[in-house]
């Protein structure tokens, strides 16, 4: 965890305000990705996703947030309606796995059963760690896309990256301690190879696995378009995935603490 981020996670914990409350809970919904195979839509889903987290309400307005996230992205130029992307013919599934901590804030101070707001609108900012693992199925049989370095990487790209998570939500009390809620959240990490794809051809021919799994363009019509140092993704720096869940939590509260 970045230094920053563990000094603010202890100055929110140690800050000393009444109203302190501690709340559990988790998600379940759906990831997206937009990056070399999917560069027009920020919203469309690929994927399942789930998560869980605590978080330690400080005034019913700010939030201190623990949150670890699951989930899986995909997608297959053969379902692209870009006839170029149909050509170059690449796909892959990547599993996510998020540990996050994120400040969030309610626009209506919000405190289960005590306070009059029975809703809030949210957002949250803050950063995270991202593992993952990009592969691909080709002839029947998966393939870890990663160590077969497809752009001919002198050594294979990490599978560790760092992101901001930023997102916002709704949350709704539903009973009593119990809140239901949806949030959608995007982050941006210092990768672009959440698919994979990020720079230009390597290979010549399609003879070993390497080569194969770089250029698929000619698997149906044996014209390959793939010659090295042309172009491969879009060459953006940065893929995007999102998480969108919808929530219920726990609240433990003293209501006692509220009106002293």
């Not at 305000?17 to 919203?43: R, S």
């Not at 400080?58 to 379902?79: E, H, K, T, V």
Request: glycine share 10%.
């Amino acid at each position: 965890m970045p230094k920053f981020v563990l000094i603010i996670f202890l100055f929110l914990l140690s800050y000393n305000l009444k109203a302190q409350t501690w709340e559990f809970g988790g998600g379940i919904g759906a990831a997206g990705y937009m990056g070399d195979l999917n560069i027009n839509d920020p919203v469309k889903p690929s994927g399942p996703s789930f998560g869980i987290f605590a978080k330690r309400n400080f005034d019913g307005y700010l939030a201190l947030r623990l949150n670890y996230s699951f989930g899986i992205i995909s997608a297959a130029d053969s379902n692209s309606s870009n006839p170029q992307f149909r050509q170059r013919n690449l796909s892959f599934t990547t599993t996510l796995n998020e540990v996050s901590v994120m400040a969030e804030f309610n626009f209506m101070r919000y405190i289960p059963s005590v306070t009059n707001s029975k809703y809030t609108p949210y957002m949250y900012l803050g950063a995270a760690v991202l593992t993952y693992v990009p592969t691909t199925i080709y002839q029947g049989q998966k393939y870890d896309l990663r160590s077969l370095q497809t752009e001919g990487q002198k050594k294979p790209y990490p599978t560790t990256a760092f992101s901001i998570p930023y997102g916002a939500g709704l949350k709704y009390n539903v009973s009593g301690a119990v809140t239901m809620g949806v949030e959608i959240g995007y982050r941006n990490p210092n990768t672009d190879y959440l698919d994979d794809v990020g720079g230009y051809y390597a290979f010549k021919g399609h003879n070993t696995l390497q080569e194969q799994l770089s250029d698929r363009s000619g698997e149906k019509t044996g014209v390959y378009i793939g010659s090295p140092g042309t172009q491969r993704g879009d060459l953006n720096p940065r893929d995007t995935y999102f998480f969108t869940q919808f929530t219920i939590s726990y609240t433990f509260i003293s209501k006692k603490c509220y009106f002293q």
